[in-house]
């Protein structure tokens, strides 16, 4: 029998992210993927918020330009996109403190395959596909999957845990968990229930050449306008009268493709969903007149129906729901598995991130740390879970928000809401209505009860991310710097005249607390300074925020409301040490050395299940 630490079941994005942290964090994983390629057909398109600062911590950066491109705004229109916008909001601004994209519109083959390349390699992880799990069992504190390989044979693997990440009708929770632990996805806070025909569409160019009668080419428009034209760059939302639409670009512009959904409430499996979609969007891809140039002579002119490639057209049923429980023992839910949203919040693929990266740090804990007890181990995953509920939640906000604009249309309180914000951007330097989602993630699980922090101690936040460098550094975002190498945690420390003196004050902390070197060791100290700071011993790096004119002259894009400053803005000016975890939420701050050894040992106890 085969033997790993980690059994997950599905190479989705969110079983894909698991392994990659948790490669990172040298704890060994097998995945059972039951197809034997990556399905091609494109499903979630988007990618946001946090999920975007996720995909750089997991390395993903580079990829980017193959896997999707940053969209410049969200339009919302009345009917259809070829309508002005309603409302339409701008997604270059720094709103959320994390200097990347706040979205992010991918191919989502192209980002599991980024992700598999990520593992190829790694000693830590094994993909397995082809395999269809049969069955599981638990044998004290190790559990055994049964599955069938590629070629039909009967297999078996153990391991401390099993992940479902498998979606909403996967076997781990439809077939293991809801029969013996009662576990189910049930509705949220946020009630949606309804039928939409997806579509993915490829658009290819007409040139004078392949259409020679189309009537825009005597108006001087070039391939590349007509395209602008009629498939308008962002994300758009259209609302009654007409049915409810999400449609947009996704993939790297040189794609050229186009997600186009729209609800049938009515849908029955008599009716024809390529009709369908032709008769929805034939209207919006037509136009009579065009900004800057007015009326078309020749009257309405149509996109060539036959530059529009279908390479999926399918009704979907979409709701919100999320489990009433995310673990049952060694047995945890993520991704699909455990929560599914509508269209319109592009908060699936970013759900299922965010559960992999707050979970893989604490599998290494509970692996590497000697004698966890039962209802330790227990309390550790109940702080996951609680947090994870939390944020479900915020993301069926956001979801709800656009689910009211795309399915009811405008409102005289969201009218009011544009106004105030409009009059405040008059005043001179006013950044506008506060922007409440930005307000939340700001504030990170600070309100969560029973969340892995110390309320004593200021923990819950969420660090910010911007550049740093250092004495002979180049500008390096803030995460990739100050990410764990190894451990759970790092242990980051503001200095002030004397780098050195405080780094080993906050050393000597880690000794005194006598904390496992799995949480923290003294390589975890990292050293920032508010300022440029240049006269450290050659041994000891310091950090600081990049100047934003610094930034521009090594030619970096600098985006509105960006701040070197934000890395600090969610601290106490008398913080002095920040024990930061993995997922770069903070556990608690200290003042002082004294203080920071009180944090510590809270942190451990919570670790063994003593609150005392």
Same mark, same amino acid.
């Not at 339409?88 to 992700?115: G, K, N, V």
């Given at each position: ?47 946001? %918020? ?68 990520? =593992? ?51 076997? #781990? ?62 994300? %758009? ?20 493709? $186009? ?79 455990? %929560? ?31 004698? #966890? ?10 702080? $996951? ?29 969201? $009218? ?60 390096? =975002? ?126 451990? %106890? ?7």
């Amino acid at each position: 029998m085969d033997t790993t630490e980690v059994i997950i079941v599905g190479a989705g994005p969110a079983g894909l992210a698991l392994a990659i942290c948790l490669s990172r964090l040298r704890v060994k994983s097998i995945i059972l993927e039951k197809e034997t390629e990556i399905v091609e057909d494109p499903r979630g398109v988007a990618i946001t %918020h946090d999920a975007v600062r996720i995909c750089w911590n997991l390395g993903l950066g580079g990829d980017m330009d193959k896997i999707g491109e940053e969209l410049p705004h969200f339009n919302f229109h009345k009917t259809s996109f070829a309508n002005p916008p309603f409302f339409s909001a701008d997604s270059h601004p720094d709103s959320f403190a994390q200097t990347l994209p706040s979205s992010i519109f991918q191919i989502q083959p192209m980002l599991e395959l980024a992700m598999r390349e990520k =593992l190829k390699n790694s000693q830590y992880c094994e993909l397995r596909c082809g395999c269809t799990v049969t069955g599981r069992k638990q044998d004290g504190t190790s559990i055994i999957a049964e599955y069938k390989n590629a070629k039909g044979q009967s297999r078996t693997v153990r391991g401390s845990w099993l992940i479902g990440s498998d979606g909403k009708r996967g076997v #781990v929770r439809k077939h293991f968990l809801e029969p013996t632990a009662g576990i189910r996805q049930v509705d949220s806070a946020y009630k949606y229930d309804g039928t939409w025909v997806a579509a993915n569409l490829h658009i290819s160019l007409p040139t004078p050449k392949s259409h020679p009668d189309f009537p825009l080419w005597e108006l001087g428009y070039t391939p590349d306008q007509v395209y602008d034209l009629f498939w308008p760059n962002g994300w %758009h939302f259209g609302s009654p009268p007409g049915k409810p639409l999400a449609a947009g670009r996704f993939g790297p512009h040189k794609a050229r493709l $186009w997600r186009h959904e729209f609800a049938q409430n009515d849908w029955n499996d008599s009716m024809d969903a390529e009709e369908l979609l032709w008769e929805h969007l034939i209207p919006m891809i037509t136009r009579n007149c065009d900004k800057g140039v007015g009326k078309f002579p020749s009257g309405d002119v149509t996109y060539p129906r036959d530059c529009i490639e279908i390479r999926r057209c399918r009704p979907f049923h979409f709701t919100h729901k999320v489990v009433n429980k995310w673990f049952d023992d060694r047995t945890i839910l993520i991704g699909d598995a455990a %929560h599914v949203f509508p269209p319109f919040g592009g908060q699936g693929i970013a759900s299922g991130l965010r559960d992999a990266q707050q979970l893989a740090w604490r599998l290494m804990l509970l692996q590497r740390l000697p004698n #966890v007890s039962r209802s330790s181990h227990n309390e550790i995953l109940q702080a $996951w879970a609680q947090e994870r509920t939390y944020s479900v939640k915020l993301a069926a906000s956001l979801t709800s928000f656009n689910g009211q604009l795309c399915n009811y249309g405008d409102s005289w309180g969201f $009218w009011l809401m544009r106004t105030i914000d409009w009059a405040l951007r008059q005043i001179p330097f006013s950044p506008g209505f506060p922007d409440s989602f930005a307000k939340n993630e700001a504030g990170g699980f600070t309100t969560v009860d029973g969340g892995f922090f110390s309320t004593k101690h200021s923990g819950g936040g969420r660090l910010p991310q911007v550049y740093l460098s250092s004495r002979l550094g180049i500008p390096t =975002l803030s995460d990739a710097i100050l990410a764990p190498t190894h451990t759970a945690m790092t242990l980051l420390v503001i200095a002030g005249g004397s780098p050195e003196s405080d780094v080993a004050e906050a050393r000597k902390a880690l000794d005194e607390a006598e904390i496992d070197e799995a949480i923290m060791n003294h390589d975890s100290v990292k050293a920032i300074c508010q300022k440029p700071f240049t006269g450290a011993a050659d041994n000891l790096k310091v950090y600081y925020p990049t100047p934003v004119e610094e930034l521009s002259e090594a030619g970096m894009t600098v985006r509105p409301l960006y701040a070197p400053s934000n890395l600090f803005s969610r601290f106490k000016p008398s913080t002095r040490f920040v024990v930061l975890r993995a997922d770069f939420f903070t556990f608690g701050l200290a003042k002082n050395a004294s203080e920071l050894v009180e944090c510590l040992v809270n942190l451990k %106890h919570r670790l063994h299940g003593d609150m005392s």
